[in-house]
C-alpha cells in the first residue's frame, strides 16, 4: 500500500518518489488506507489486506485498465472534435423533423397556425442550426485538417 500511495503521490505532484515531503504522502495515504482502497476491495476490483497493508490486483481490474494509461491529448481532440460534429448533425436534423413535423400538421390541418407563425418557427429552427454549426466549426479541435 505503502507504495501505491507514493507513486500516486508523485504523479499528483508532479516529482519523483524520492522528492516526495511526508505531507504529501500522508495526503495520499489516508484517503487510500481510509476509504478508495477498501471501496475497490468492496467492489472486487483488488484484493486488500487493510491490517498487512497489502494490496492485490484481480481479474476485474483489467476491465478498468484503459483508463489507468497515459492521457492521449491527440485521441481526446478527436474523440471532442466526433462529439461535435455529431452534436451539430443531430441538431440539424432534429430541426428538419421539427420543421417538417410543424408544415405537414399545418397542412393537413391538425395545427391552427397562421403561415407568418409558422415560417418564422421554421427559419428560427434553421438559424439556431447555422449559429450552432458555425459555432462548432469556430473551435479548433472541430476543424477539418484534410
Same mark, same amino acid.
Given at each position: 500500500? $505503502?507504495?501505491?500511495? +507514493?507513486?500516486?503521490?508523485?504523479?499528483?505532484? +508532479? /516529482?519523483?518518489? %524520492?522528492?516526495?515531503?511526508?505531507?504529501? $504522502?500522508? $495526503?495520499?495515504?489516508?484517503?487510500?488506507?481510509?476509504?478508495?482502497?477498501?471501496?475497490?476491495?468492496?467492489?472486487? #476490483?483488488? +484484493? *486488500?489486506?487493510?491490517? $498487512?497493508? !497489502?494490496? @492485490?490486483?484481480?481479474? %476485474?481490474?483489467?476491465?478498468? @485498465?484503459?483508463?489507468?494509461?497515459?492521457?492521449?491529448?491527440?485521441?481526446?481532440?478527436?474523440?471532442? %472534435?466526433?462529439? &461535435?460534429?455529431?452534436?451539430?448533425?443531430?441538431?440539424?436534423?432534429?430541426?428538419?423533423?421539427?420543421?417538417?413535423?410543424?408544415?405537414?400538421?399545418?397542412?393537413?390541418?391538425?395545427?391552427?397556425?397562421?403561415? #407568418?407563425?409558422?415560417? /418564422?418557427?421554421?427559419?428560427?429552427?434553421?438559424?439556431? &442550426?447555422? !449559429?450552432?454549426?458555425? *459555432?462548432?466549426?469556430?473551435?479548433?479541435?472541430? %476543424?477539418?485538417? +484534410?
Amino acid at each position: 500500500m $505503502r507504495d501505491i500511495a +507514493e507513486h500516486v503521490a508523485a504523479l499528483e505532484h +508532479e /516529482t519523483t518518489v %524520492r522528492e516526495l515531503t511526508s505531507a504529501q $504522502r500522508q $495526503r495520499v495515504y489516508i484517503p487510500l488506507y481510509q476509504s478508495h482502497l477498501p471501496k475497490l476491495d468492496k467492489k472486487g #476490483v483488488i +484484493e *486488500y489486506n487493510k491490517s $498487512r497493508g !497489502i494490496v @492485490r490486483s484481480t481479474d %476485474r481490474l483489467e476491465i478498468f @485498465r484503459p483508463h489507468l494509461e497515459p492521457y492521449d491529448d491527440a485521441a481526446s481532440a478527436d474523440a471532442d %472534435r466526433s462529439i &461535435a460534429v455529431h452534436f451539430v448533425n443531430d441538431y440539424y436534423a432534429t430541426a428538419i423533423a421539427a420543421s417538417t413535423s410543424l408544415l405537414v400538421a399545418s397542412m393537413l390541418g391538425l395545427l391552427a397556425l397562421p403561415g #407568418v407563425m409558422l415560417g /418564422t418557427i421554421i427559419t428560427i429552427l434553421f438559424v439556431l &442550426a447555422t !449559429i450552432g454549426t458555425s *459555432y462548432g466549426y469556430s473551435f479548433p479541435w472541430a %476543424r477539418t485538417t +484534410e
